[in-house]
């Protein structure tokens, strides 16, 4: 470099040190993006601009990658060690330098050809000054491929953005793969440069997104659609007012969905979530980003479906989202948060609003659906949750299929880009409005969403510990349906939306299985992990030294027989954990001379079920196999499998578990020689006994299913004694059964009597064959999983299993003896 040129990019770079402060994607780019840093790198920018340069320069000296302004010397041969697609724009076009991307890249390549063991990455970066997709000026108008900014726009953009930028590294490009491979003659170094250059311009939609539009102009569009025509129709004939007052109505609940998206609003919103995330929490954990960013750069139209733990979730998903440089999504949020001032600012940010009920309102359902269509068409991509609420019990609920429905249905309409399905797992080491949860759980009424209830909740923010973002298995719709239902493009209208018959079962599966695939990208932390094991105990108390001896216990479980690749495990060992959680303030210490005691409290308890639910589909197999063998010493292999066999696909339907039926046999296998290798059990030959001295920590393993079991004893029971009692009897009387035995028996567990939980498992028993088509119970069936059930519960508890069943019916039944 000659001298005159380093004193420039000196003098530049001191300006640039106090503008601009970028953010690098992905976060790790030698790991995620497999950056080696003692691998020879070329870095490819799409256009001429030395402060995209020196940027670029300053994040590679951070990340401890080579530097792009120190050429590289191969075979004697130097070459700079980046590149520009395009010389860009320039303020005087007549000094417009002549291109030399082609002949550099020519070069490299011919490096390549001469020399078989050089191999240089190709490494792509877009540096980002600002993500303004602008307005729609007329209709249709496609949004920019590539940006190209003169010396004094660039100069402006640093000005006022440069803390709004970031420097993306694209996957690498192996030369060596192009030169053996393509060859390494000047139509392959101009095919590179045609094709970096259609990556930055994706890469640059991927970011910005597409223009917005003029919202009065959309309106309008939506009207002409025959769809809301002919509805507008149906609602002056029905309520026998006119077409234009019928267009007005219309009109008025346009204005009430559609969201009003604005950059500067997400400009803004990013600097105060910024602010306020660094002081609300000690870390925020994202994982497997990098499969959306793919998606986003292949064209997909993606809709994100997370878990809907807190109000939180809304912008926590748009935050992250947004520094991943991809675009926030338009989110369906409830019509109870379109409140002052919450609903401006959640409309500016990209929320459109739905009613909890479409029921009734022919005109309402048919906007909604026409605006979710059009959505898509326009390439937003969109959130929405699935279950409909906010969890109060920490565990999934059933999903409401409203949406997806819609979704398929923009599908069958047409369109240029595939939909895929993100499932997405939120998880917090402190829920702000869990105390609330535990207060509705108990009956207290649902307090309305308002100005005085946000401020409350403001009050509450104090420091929420960790927080997780993980992106699940996507569900590409096009594949699924393609595998499922192949004829469902004989479906597709343009106009109409279409009901077919196999829309309905479609979407109920899909729907599980995304249920399912949150569940599967669930985040371990301390606090529920060390809820989960003090709420296994019976005194909900244990010494520091049980308590890190199972904590380790779980963790060298899930590390050695992992439920799903995509959960997520933490990287502290048991004794960290533990010292975190204290640090949280959610547990209690007695201090005596003996040791510490870790306790929680009833109230603490109750409150920690929440935590304990995100990860309960984690250990219930293996609960299931250890409470099992503590209750049947000296079991064969093939008894407990049998067991597990019958028990567990009601487990599976109430947590959305991944593991069909034929997967057990190996999966049990897996977790008895886990048990085995941790001294827990001793598996000679087919006979499993336990080891009496690590007993205790087999029972607290065992005591994780405890509850579960008690709930599906106790419909059981109710079947055996009354096989003709009908659905809503044995769903209402399983519930008050729970109730009473949550009290004389201390189960401090709201979801333990929760009404959804029980409709479930009535639902299940069905499916399962357990009630038949007429409603009566398979009573064979039904003895024997009660008879599996009864010898896993306590005595005391069965008993009042049985005394209460006996006195709802009328008929005495003989109870089964108490094992």
Same mark, same amino acid.
């Given at each position: ?31 995620? @993006? ?71 890249? #020519? ?22 000054? !600002? ?26 953009? =640093? ?74 129709? &149906? ?36 600097? =105060? ?11 925020? #954990? ?21 878990? /809907?733990?807190? #109000? ?75 279950? !409909? ?139 529920? $992990? ?35 690749? &995509? =959960? ?34 009833? *109230? ?21 196999? @250890? ?46 020689? *886990? ?20 007993? /205790? ?9 405890? *509850? ?9 029971? $109710? ?101």
């Amino acid at each position: 470099m000659s001298g005159w040129r380093k004193i420039y990019y000196t003098l530049l770079e001191l300006p640039l040190k106090l503008l601009v402060r970028s953010k690098v994607i992905p976060a790790s780019p030698r790991d995620e @993006a497999g950056l080696d840093p003692q691998r020879p790198i070329m870095y490819v920018l799409p256009y001429n601009s030395k402060a995209d340069l020196l940027t670029l320069r300053a994040q590679c000296l951070r990340q401890q990658l080579p530097d792009p302004l120190t050429p590289l010397e191969i075979d004697g041969v130097v070459l700079p060690r980046y590149v520009y697609i395009h010389d860009g724009p320039r303020v005087f076009p007549y000094f417009t330098e002549k291109s030399e991307s082609v002949k550099l890249f #020519h070069a490299y390549l011919d490096l390549h050809r001469n020399n078989p063991d050089l191999d240089v990455l190709m490494v792509p970066v877009s540096v980002m000054f !600002g993500r303004s997709p602008g307005r729609e000026s007329q209709q249709n108008q496609p949004a920019p491929q590539l940006r190209l900014l003169n010396g004094f726009q660039k100069f402006i953009a =640093v000005l006022w953005l440069g803390r709004d930028s970031f420097v993306r590294f694209s996957n690498p490009l192996s030369l060596r793969y192009m030169a053996t491979v393509h060859g390494t003659d000047k139509t392959i170094a101009q095919k590179l440069a045609r094709v970096a250059r259609i990556h930055f311009a994706r890469q640059r939609l991927v970011a910005v997104g597409p223009r917005l539009p003029v919202r009065q102009d959309l309106f309008n569009k939506l009207l002409a659609s025959r769809a809301i025509e002919k509805a507008v129709e &149906d609602e002056a004939r029905s309520k026998k007012i006119s077409i234009e007052q019928a267009q007005q109505n219309a009109i008025a609940l346009m204005e009430e969905i559609a969201a009003d998206f604005s950059y500067e609003a997400v400009r803004l919103s990013d600097r =105060v979530l910024s602010w306020t995330w660094n002081r609300l929490y000690q870390g925020l #954990h994202v994982r497997n980003a990098e499969r959306v960013r793919q998606l986003a750069e292949e064209g997909h139209e993606i809709v994100y479906v997370p878990c /809907h733990r807190s #109000h939180m979730d809304y912008l926590l998903l748009s935050y992250v989202l947004y520094h991943q440089g991809l675009v926030p999504p338009h989110i369906a949020a409830g019509i109870n948060l379109n409140f002052w001032p919450a609903g401006p600012i959640f409309r500016r940010l990209g929320a459109f609003f739905i009613r909890r009920t479409f029921k009734g309102n022919k005109l309402y359902s048919t906007i909604f659906r026409e605006y979710l269509g059009e959505l898509f068409t326009r390439g937003y991509s969109v959130e929405y949750f699935m279950e !409909g609420g906010r969890s109060r019990t920490g565990r999934l609920l059933e999903p409401k299929t409203g949406t997806l429905t819609m979704t398929i249905q923009a599908m069958l309409r047409g369109g240029n880009r595939p939909i895929t399905l993100v499932p997405i797992y939120v998880g917090y080491e402190h829920v702000m409005e869990v105390a609330t949860y535990a207060k509705e759980l108990r009956g207290a009424t649902k307090e309305k969403e308002g100005f005085m209830q946000m401020v409350r909740g403001l009050r509450k923010l104090r420091n929420l510990g960790q927080g997780y973002v993980n992106f699940g298995d996507p569900l590409p719709l096009s594949t699924y349906l393609n595998q499922k239902v192949p004829h469902w493009r004989d479906s597709i209208d343009p106009i109409e939306a279409q009901r077919p018959a196999w829309l309905a079962p479609a979407v109920n599966d899909i729907a599980g299985k995304i249920m399912v695939r949150i569940n599967n990208a669930a985040a371990v932390n301390a606090i529920n $992990l060390c809820s989960t094991v003090l709420l296994a105990s019976r005194q909900r108390s244990l010494t520091r030294e049980q308590l890190i001896q199972q904590l380790s216990c779980y963790l060298e479980l899930m590390q050695n027989v992992p439920y799903a690749q &995509d =959960v997520t495990l933490p990287d502290a060992t048991a004794e960290q954990l533990l010292e975190h959680a204290l640090a949280m303030n959610k547990f209690s210490v007695e201090k005596d001379t003996i040791g510490d005691i870790i306790f929680l409290s009833r *109230e603490q308890a109750i409150l920690m079920t929440y935590y304990r639910n995100n990860i309960q589909h984690l250990f219930i197999l293996p609960s299931m196999v @250890a409470s099992i063998i503590a209750g049947h010493p000296g079991i064969s292999r093939d008894d407990l499998l049998h067991r597990i066999t019958l028990l567990y696909p009601l487990a599976r339907a109430e947590l959305f578990m991944q593991y069909e039926i034929p997967q057990l046999a190996s999966m049990v296998d897996a977790l008895i020689d *886990e048990l085995a290798r941790q001294q827990l059990i001793i598996a000679r030959g087919e006979l499993i006994v336990l080891v009496p001295a690590h007993a /205790h920590k087999l029972q607290l393993l065992a005591a994780g299913v405890r *509850e579960t079991l008690l709930r599906y004893a106790i419909t059981f029971s $109710l079947l055996r004694i009354n096989p003709q009692i009908n659905r809503g009897t044995l769903e209402k009387e399983s519930r008050t059964m729970a109730q009473r035995l949550s009290v004389l028996h201390g189960i401090n567990a709201p979801e333990f009597f929760d009404k959804a939980v029980f409709s479930t498992l009535v639902a299940t028993l069905r499916d399962e064959g357990y009630i038949s088509d007429t409603g009566d119970a398979i009573e064979e069936k039904v003895i024997e999983v009660y008879g599996v059930l009864a010898e896993l519960i306590t005595p005391d508890v069965l008993l009042t299993i049985e005394n209460a069943g006996l006195g709802n019916t009328p008929t005495a039944v003989e109870p089964l003896p108490v094992v």
